[in-house]
C-alpha cells in the first residue's frame, strides 16, 4: 500500500481508482480548503474518512529516499515554520502533513497496449477543451521512455508532464529505475492515475516493438547537428529520457531514429532530467503537423 500526502494526488486517484483507495485521514474538516473536497469525494465513493487523528510522520524524513536513508535532494529552506502548513520542494510539488490516504498501487499495463497508436488520447478537462482543442485532437501522438532514471522525484515530475502534455504513455526499465512508489505518485500530482505505463526488462526490444508500430524514436544529444526546434509533427514520437547521470545508454542511443540537440538561448549550457523533458514536450505539443 501507499500513504499519499499531496491532496491533489488523492483526489485524481478517488476518480480514476475509486476502489483502491482504502482510508482516507485528515487532520480537521470545514476550513474550505482542499482537504475538505477531499473528504467529500473519498465518502461519496463510500471510502472511510477518519478526522482529529494526525498523520503518521514518521516517513516524512526519508521520503524520496529509496534505501530509508535521509536524502536531501540540495534543497534549503524548505521549511515554512508552520505547523501543518504546506511547504513546496525544489520543484514547486505541494505536500502537506494535514492528511493522508492509503492506496493501493497503480498497475502497469501490458506494452502491447500500450503502443497501441489506435488508443485516444488523454482526454481534456472541459474547461479547456475549447482552448486546446487543436493541440490535443492532433493525429500523431507522444510517448515517453525513461532509460534507467533512479530519481523518484524526476520520475514524478515526468509523469506530471506527460499528463499535462496529453502523452499516450511511458515505458520503464525493470532494473535500475525509481519504482512507482508514493513519493513517485505524490510528485506527479494526479499524473500517475491519468499517464498508463509499462515497465520492460529489455529496452531495446520496447523500443523495437515501438517502431515496429510506427512510432519514430527522438533522443536528446549535445553533440547532435539537428535541434529539436526543426523535429515535425507528421508522425508519432517517442521521446527518450536518459538516466540522471550518465543519459541514454549507448544501445539505447543507437536505437534512436533521430538524434537532436536542445539549443540553449542564455549562458545555462544544460538541464535536468524533468526539465529537459518539460521543454521536448512543449516543443513537440506545439510543432507543426506538416
Not at 16 to 28: F, G, H, N
Not at 92 to 117: D, H, K, Y
Not at 128 to 149: M, P, T, Y
Request: charged content about 20%; glycine content about 8%.
Amino acid at each position: 500500500m501507499l500513504e499519499l500526502r499531496n491532496p491533489h494526488s488523492i483526489l485524481a486517484a478517488l476518480k480514476v481508482r475509486p476502489k483502491a483507495v482504502k482510508s482516507v485521514s485528515i487532520q480537521t474538516i470545514g476550513a474550505g480548503d482542499v482537504w475538505d473536497h477531499v473528504a467529500h469525494v473519498a465518502r461519496s465513493n463510500g471510502v472511510s474518512v477518519l478526522v482529529g487523528s494526525p498523520p503518521d510522520s514518521r516517513r516524512s524524513e526519508v521520503r524520496g529516499s529509496r534505501d530509508g536513508r535521509k536524502k536531501s535532494h540540495g534543497r534549503q529552506g524548505s521549511r515554512n515554520g508552520k505547523e501543518g502548513r504546506p511547504s513546496r520542494d525544489d520543484r514547486g510539488t505541494e505536500r502537506t502533513s494535514a492528511g493522508m490516504a492509503i492506496v493501493e498501487p497503480p498497475s502497469p499495463i501490458p506494452l502491447e497496449q500500450l503502443l497501441n497508436v489506435s488508443s485516444p488520447p488523454i482526454s481534456v478537462p472541459p474547461r479547456h477543451s475549447e482552448d486546446q482543442k487543436a493541440d490535443r485532437a492532433q493525429e500523431f501522438g507522444i510517448w515517453l521512455a525513461l532509460d534507467q532514471v533512479q530519481d523518484p522525484q524526476n520520475t514524478g515530475a515526468i509523469f506530471r508532464l506527460a499528463g499535462f502534455f496529453g502523452a499516450r504513455g511511458i515505458i520503464m526499465t525493470k532494473d535500475r529505475s525509481a519504482p512507482v512508489n508514493a513519493t513517485v505518485c505524490d510528485v506527479a500530482t494526479g499524473g500517475v492515475e491519468y499517464v498508463p505505463f509499462s515497465t520492460v526488462a529489455n529496452l531495446s526490444q520496447a523500443i523495437e516493438k515501438a517502431q515496429q508500430n510506427s512510432i519514430w524514436i527522438l533522443g536528446t544529444c549535445e553533440r547532435a547537428t539537428e535541434s529539436l526546434y526543426n523535429v515535425k509533427r507528421d508522425r508519432h514520437w517517442m521521446i527518450i529520457v536518459g538516466n540522471e547521470g550518465s543519459g541514454m545508454r549507448r544501445l539505447t542511443r543507437e536505437r534512436c531514429d533521430q538524434l537532436v540537440a536542445l539549443p540553449p538561448s542564455g549562458p545555462v549550457p544544460s538541464l535536468n532530467v524533468a526539465a529537459a523533458t518539460s521543454a521536448c514536450l512543449a516543443v513537440l505539443s506545439h510543432a507543426p503537423s506538416v
